[in-house]
């Protein structure tokens, strides 16, 4: 089932059942700014913090962001069976700390996992309960605006972008609900009412 907007009555997200959101989409499409926009919007949502070998920005902070790694670390969590799933991006690995969800869960509160399409699917088939949800952009027209207005890569890795952007696009079709990011504020209304429903095999049918 694809939705490109969700109603429901006001409710926080740990009203009801908990539930477990995977939202993911192309590079460029806006989930890193939708995730600050969350951050300080709705500090009460509780946003899975993932792993990642690359270093750390300026105004990034270990165990906020994300918890930063070095190679032999991330290994070591992959050896010990600790990430719920795991996926290489531009060069450098991410992974979801798999206790933390599963803790927060069974506690009754919902979970917001932002990951990569690999991790997406990887988490369907650990958790096939979690629900799915795409965020695509306006246009394709506007994500080639939004990957290239930087300007600072040289044009071959501009082009694997784009050519990885058109894979992501075309896997939308595996999740349960599409979300069109023209507007941070309304993206983030749908995820909130999203985690405050049942879970998807509550009512989704």
């Known amino acids: 089932m694809t939705r490109s907007e969700v109603r429901s009555e ?7 059942h908990p539930r477990l959101i995977v939202l993911s989409g192309p590079s460029g499409v806006g989930k890193d700014t939708l995730v ?10 509780w946003l899975s913090v993932s792993a990642t070998t690359r270093a750390p920005r300026p105004s990034e902070r270990h165990g906020v962001h994300y918890y930063f790694v070095d190679d032999a670390g991330f290994d070591r969590l992959i050896g010990h069976g600790e990430l719920l799933e795991w996926a290489e991006f531009s060069g450098h690995r991410y992974g979801t700390l ?10 009754g509160v919902s979970v917001l996992l932002v990951i990569e399409l690999a991790g997406a699917r ?12 795409f965020l695509a952009p306006p246009s394709w027209k506007e994500l080639v605006r939004r990957l290239t207005q930087r300007a600072t890569e040289p044009a071959e890795v501009m082009a694997r972008r784009l050519a990885a952007a058109r894979t992501e696009l075309a896997a939308a079709g595996e999740f349960d609900i599409t979300l ?3 507007s941070v504020e309304e993206v983030a209304r749908q995820l909130i009412a999203l985690m405050a429903t049942s879970r998807k095999s509550d009512g989704d049918g």
């Open 10 to 16: 006001d409710a926080s997200p740990d009203d009801r």
């Open 36 to 45: 600050d926009y969350l951050r300080n919007a709705h500090p009460e949502l």
């Open 122 to 133: 990887q988490v369907r088939v650990k958790i096939p309960e979690a629900l799915l949800v």
């Open 98 to 107: 798999q206790r933390p969800v599963l803790d927060k869960l069974a506690a």
């Open 180 to 182: 069109v990011n023209n």
